[in-house]
């Protein structure tokens, strides 16, 4: 199989990378030091995290020479995500270090007084401009197929900027900002999306590139009114998977996190078995899922670290799911069966080199913001969420929240911020509070939720993972008003969780709060409806979704 060569440097998901180019056909080969460079024909520069970082450790690695003079000598060159923001001139993210200066210009933070950031989801890479119908693909580029990009930083799109200096630009648009979602000149192609994270229509981008078809006629004429506006609405398929009775990793699921059968032939307590994991996790995917999130309900910790069981669902998913993969359950500092220590960043490592491209963090995340809170609002710099922040990027960084209404009659009755709710409690009480809790459900904290998403997002988390104890697995739909009062209260995306029943849901969820995406496990895994099914109503109520590609 022919040959592509990729820089070994990267900490985050190159699993993936792998896997999809391998599955269009190519082989990889790692530069394991500089002098390995001048021996690539063609090279992928993959890039994760943060701008400084990045380019501060090719330089270290002594790389950006070598880099320079391939992609000099003319021969093909691919970045991707911070590998297209290296050959910018700057970045505003680390205004100190310098780009590669292949491309004019400095990139930007996306303004987050009217929208998440980071940007996260699917968008466009669209080389069509105003309204001319391009018949042509850049480098398998489709107009009207969606593209996964995780990110806070871009180069703004300026008419003709680009062009006058001989580049393509495919663009997309977030919110009211057009920012550049490839670029290719001569040898050079990049782009600011994961190709290798963005279902078919991203292997077709890659295997493009590796073959060398810059430019091909488009098969489906493009429809330009999908192709101009912004991120599509996300849905996920989430699934909570633990350690039956008889040992075996089954996905379960709960009705407010008690996952034990209580009628039919396994009544008695059994762990509800829906399917295996790898086989569902694959389905979902086939069925347009946008992602696929994983929950290790009950971290277990009695088999050595490296051998966990979810490294090998985690890795053999990754061999045929070609989006985004989530994982949470025992991201926290622990203690391996022998003995040694290990950091949450070291388990959080082993899972990204499985595959995973975000870890997802619960009871220790509310640990960790309470001892925030106690500290004054100082961040320790310790903490599972910065030091993985820190090193991976906060897009890699899930806090996945477990809050459970308290009712109280009046807010004077609480020092927590409560809502006045349209669902009075048992007792007729007005309003109520959310109150964290540890250990899938089990234990209530003195903490409230807005305290705790306002900690995680200052110490560096991504993104929220709103669960409501109170709604999961009750088919009755999300709870609109938690996720109202989270969403005003932080920047970075949100994604609903908890209570989905039907396709309607789904539409409610986006049509009522300011939702960034929002996530079923129960109705699918019943197989009462498919997660296309879903997105086929979202469309049909007018809300934009990526349509799968075969
Ligand atoms: O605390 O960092 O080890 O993480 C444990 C993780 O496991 C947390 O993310 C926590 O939410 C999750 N978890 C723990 N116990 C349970 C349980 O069910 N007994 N599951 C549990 C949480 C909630 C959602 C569920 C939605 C949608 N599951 O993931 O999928 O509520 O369900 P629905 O659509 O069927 O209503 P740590």
Redesign the pocket.
């Known amino acids: 199989m022919p040959k592509v060569y990729l820089l070994d440097y990267v900490a985050g998901n190159v699993r993936s990378l792998v896997n999809a180019i391998e599955k269009v056909g190519y082989t990889v080969e790692w530069i394991r030091e500089p002098a390995d460079v001048a021996k690539a024909d063609k090279l992928i520069l993959p890039g994760v995290g943060h701008f400084g970082h990045c380019l501060s450790q090719f330089e270290q690695g002594g790389y950006v020479e070598p880099i320079r003079e391939h992609i000099k000598s003319g021969k093909p060159f691919m970045g991707i995500c911070v590998g297209l923001q290296a050959l910018f001139e700057s970045s505003e993210e680390d205004p100190n270090v310098k780009g590669f200066g292949i491309i004019p210009g400095q990139l930007v933070k996306f303004d987050d007084s009217t929208k998440s950031v980071p940007h996260i989801g699917w968008n466009s890479a669209n080389t069509s401009k105003g309204n001319e119908v391009t018949r042509e693909s850049l480098f398998g580029l489709n107009p009207s197929s969606k593209y996964y990009y995780v990110h806070s930083y871009a180069a703004p799109y300026r008419k003709g900027y680009y062009e006058a200096d001989g580049w393509s630009v495919a663009t997309a648009r977030y919110g009211e900002e057009e920012f550049v979602g490839a670029i290719a000149k001569d040898n050079i192609f990049a782009t600011q999306f994961h190709p290798e994270k963005s279902g078919i229509a991203g292997l077709r981008v890659l295997k493009a590139f590796l073959d060398g078809t810059r430019l091909d006629t488009l098969k489906e004429q493009p429809s330009l009114a999908t192709s101009k506006e912004g991120l599509t609405r996300r849905v996920i398929a989430?699934l909570?998977v633990r350690t039956n009775d008889a040992g075996d990793l089954v996905v379960?699921?709960?009705d407010q996190?008690?996952?034990r059968e209580k009628e039919g032939v396994d009544a008695g307590g059994q762990v509800r078995n829906l399917g295996k994991p790898v086989d569902m996790a694959r389905k979902y995917y086939e069925q347009g899922s946008d992602e696929v999130?994983f929950?290790?309900?009950?971290?277990f910790r009695n088999c050595p670290l490296a051998d966990l069981p979810m490294l090998e669902i985690l890795r053999r998913t990754a061999e045929t799911v070609f989006v985004p993969l989530t994982i949470?359950?025992?991201?926290?500092d622990s203690v391996d069966t022998d003995g040694t220590k290990v950091s949450a960043l070291e388990v959080a490592k082993l899972y990204f080199k499985s595959g995973a491209d975000k870890v997802?963090?619960?009871?220790?995340?509310v640990t960790a913001a309470e001892e925030y809170e106690a500290a004054g609002k100082k961040l320790s710099g310790q903490t599972a969420i910065e030091t993985i922040s820190n090193a991976y990027g906060r897009q890699a960084v899930v806090v996945?929240v477990?809050p459970k209404r308290i009712y109280v009659r009046s807010p004077e009755e609480t020092p927590h911020r409560t809502i006045k709710t349209k669902f009075p409690g048992p007792n007729g009480e007005e309003y109520c509070w959310y109150q964290c809790t540890?250990?899938?459900?089990r234990e209530g904290r003195d903490f409230d939720v807005h305290q705790l998403v306002s900690a995680v997002e200052a110490m560096g988390a991504g993104e929220i993972?709103l669960?409501?104890i109170d709604?999961?697995?009750?088919?009755s739909g999300f709870d609109l008003e938690l996720i109202s009062t989270v969403k005003e209260t932080i920047k970075i995306p949100v994604i609903a969780?908890?209570?989905?029943?039907n396709p309607a849901h789904f539409a409610e969820v986006f049509e009522k709060t300011t939702t960034d995406a929002a996530?079923?496990?129960?109705?699918f895994?019943r197989g009462e409806y498919t997660v296309k099914q879903v997105k086929d109503y979202l469309e049909s109520e007018g809300l934009m979704v990526r349509r799968f590609e075969e």
């Open positions: 989430c909570d379960t699921k709960g996190y008690d996952v999130t929950l290790n309900i009950t971290s949470g359950g025992g991201i926290r997802s963090i619960g009871s220790d995340a996945s477990d540890i250990k899938g459900g993972l669960n409501c709604k999961d697995g009750s088919n969780s908890s209570g989905a029943g996530l079923g496990a129960g109705m895994h």
